[in-house]
């Protein structure tokens, strides 16, 4: 199973901002839309960075004007970047042993989608639930 | 306006695809606590079951088992079946929201995805999904023709499609003739002249996606030798070293069943198996006629994404084989379906965890769901269904008690019945489904056959007497 039918049902829906809005704004957009991360894009939508709650959290603790402050200066840069043919294994493996827990996913320069670590585990949970209700439909017929 | 779901007004739901998702999806919305709920769902064929009748191969029975449970689905008193009414011609979206509270599509990944490399049409180089479709006996693939005058053929890809391919072309008609496979398929295969298959495979061994027990069938084949290359058989460094990390056992034993197949010695059987890896179909090359006579490959060697995906990258290295059959099995995706909002990119309805969204707000549309591989894309087995459809079913459960759903003009029973019928009215019951099967049985029990299907509607509908 790859990350594309995983987005396939989760849809390419990506909350995004810009590295010069105010860090209070990210709060407001992650409370908003009830997630974790929001993905940093410059002016022609490519992204710069990611922006986490856990970078916040982290910014705050020795920082309290970190509100007011771009969310450019906290984001962060070095961003792993999925591609809809990776596969779940992987993907799972990379996002756990590299504590990551947004992957961005891009084709071509274009944004695709974003896959969590909860995605992932609920795709994992499904694709081996699956497999043991084919074995079981299997046992129980030739008990019969 | 009282909301359905009571024994007075059954919430009535439509569901269009008689596969895995679609039983799957009826029996939770049948079983549902305190919703009383009427399911009609409606095929395109006359007979059910989707891929478990037209896709799971003729000599592998054990997985067709899965139909006792979704009979028992179709026996609730509350289900009801039209096959043979297709969707989009012989009804469309506006019917069904005249006589349905919801909507649900569950018709699957139909068409293949193409290689998109020269060539590709040349007469010889067929969608292995038509092959299949072919020997399963289904009435739309019945007259496909394949030359099987040829001597070589290839089937482009390692999944469960591509290696059941392979396999029935290797087995020897004594094989077959216990299956359940299309009379006229095995009379085409008795006559084959197939002497060598290749099984491609663009990534390594630890990638492929076909499973152990599929790898292990084709080395015990009656009449085909398996054969396998020690060089494209051993891991390179980061699959080893990806297998060692996940103590992967299935796939360590997977490389282990191939090594042995690379060290084998032919035992002089009449066929021969031949399983690549890290090679892809650059181009086919086709005679003055325009058939394939060859294809050419460039080996590939592995190289990791950024998340850690181990993808193929070509080499510079190109090889020609002579062949003069083709069947590629790259990939699937959905059809669009008349009137029902469609992903190009990822080739399924378009939708969030199986509710239909507007292509223009991407907000939900009422009334109106998927399941199965038309809301996810081809993944996972038969089981995978299962949990997929109940996440639906959830949605259309918590839409019903917003109040958020269609309002049809006519949400009986018997409008219904009227109006399919009077649309198709050769469409085929539960009932006569049930019949075509006893018969089905009874003509292959002679032969040793697990059934000998009928592969013509018209034969059907003269099976029963109409």
Not at chain 2, 174 to 183: H, N, V
Request: proline share 6%; hydrophobic share 40%.
């Amino acid at each position: 199973m790859n990350i594309a039918s995983l987005l396939a049902s989760k849809g390419s829906k990506v909350i995004t901002i810009q590295p010069e809005q105010p860090v209070r704004q990210a709060v407001g957009l992650l409370a908003q839309h009830n997630i974790g991360a929001l993905v940093v894009v410059d002016r022609t939508s490519r992204p710069v960075g990611i922006v986490s709650e856990r970078d916040i959290v982290r910014a705050a603790a020795s920082n309290e004007r970190v509100f007011s402050e771009p969310v450019g200066s906290i984001m962060t840069r070095d961003v792993i970047i999925g591609l809809p043919h990776d596969d779940l294994a992987s993907v799972g493996h990379t996002m756990t042993e590299r504590r990551i827990r947004h992957l961005p996913v891009m084709e071509s320069s274009q944004l695709l989608g974003i896959v969590s670590i909860g995605d992932v585990v609920k795709a994992q949970r499904d694709q081996y639930q699956g497999e043991v209700e084919t074995l079981q439909t299997q046992i129980l017929s030739e008990e019969r | 306006m009282t909301k359905p779901g009571t024994e007075a007004h059954p919430l009535r739901v439509a569901i269009v695809g008689a596969g895995p998702a679609g039983y799957y999806a009826a029996d939770h919305l049948l079983r549902r606590d305190g919703v009383v709920v009427e399911v009609d769902m409606i095929d395109r064929l006359p007979t059910p079951y989707g891929l478990v009748r037209a896709g799971v191969a003729p000599d592998h029975q054990k997985i067709k088992s899965v139909t006792a449970a979704f009979d028992k689905v179709a026996a609730h008193p509350r289900f009801r079946f039209y096959g043979g009414v297709d969707f989009g011609k012989d009804i469309t979206v506006a019917d069904l929201r005249r006589h349905y509270h919801q909507i649900l599509y569950s018709t699957g990944a139909q068409t293949d995805r193409r290689m998109g490399i020269p060539g590709e049409d040349l007469k010889g180089s067929h969608p292995a999904t038509e092959f299949v479709a072919w020997y399963n006996g289904h009435p739309d693939y019945r007259d496909c023709q394949f030359d099987l005058s040829q001597e070589r053929a290839a089937v482009v890809g390692v999944g469960n499609v591509a290696i059941d391919v392979a396999r029935i072309l290797c087995r020897s008609a004594q094989e077959l003739a216990t299956t359940d496979i299309a009379d006229y398929a095995l009379e085409a295969l008795r006559r084959s002249r197939i002497k060598e298959v290749y099984l491609l495979g663009r990534r390594g061994p630890a990638q492929a996606a076909f499973t152990n027990p599929e790898v292990k069938e084709v080395g015990e084949l009656a009449d085909a030798d398996v054969i396998a290359q020690p060089e494209e058989v051993e891991l390179d460094e980061a699959s080893r070293a990806a297998v060692e990390r996940s103590q992967d056992r299935a796939t360590m034993k997977k490389v282990q069943i191939l090594r042995e197949y690379a060290a084998r010695k032919p035992a002089g059987k009449s066929k021969r198996l031949i399983i690549r890896f890290l090679v892809s179909p650059v181009e086919l090359c086709g005679n003055e006629a325009g058939e394939v006579v060859a294809m050419r490959l460039v080996r590939n060697r592995l190289d990791a994404t950024p998340a850690g995906t181990l993808q193929a990258k070509p080499t510079g290295q190109f090889e020609t084989l002579p062949v003069g059959l083709v069947f590629r099995s790259v990939g699937y995706r959905g059809v669009p379906l008349p009137g029902v909002p469609f992903h190009e990119g990822w080739g399924v309805i378009l939708n969030e965890h199986g509710r239909i969204l507007d292509p223009d707000t991407k907000q939900p549309v009422a009334g109106e769901y998927a399941a199965g591989w038309i809301k996810r894309g081809p993944t996972g087995v038969i089981g995978t269904n299962k949990p997929d459809a109940a996440q639906t079913v959830e949605c259309m459960m918590e839409d019903l008690a917003a109040g958020w759903i269609l309002e049809p003009e006519e949400p009986d029973a018997s409008a219904a019945e009227r109006m399919i019928r009077g649309r198709q009215p050769k469409c085929f019951s539960y009932e006569d489904w049930l019949r075509l099967n006893e018969l089905e049985v009874a003509r292959g029990r002679a032969a040793g056959r697990p059934r000998a299907k009928f592969t013509r509607v018209e034969d059907m509908l003269a099976a029963l007497g109409r």
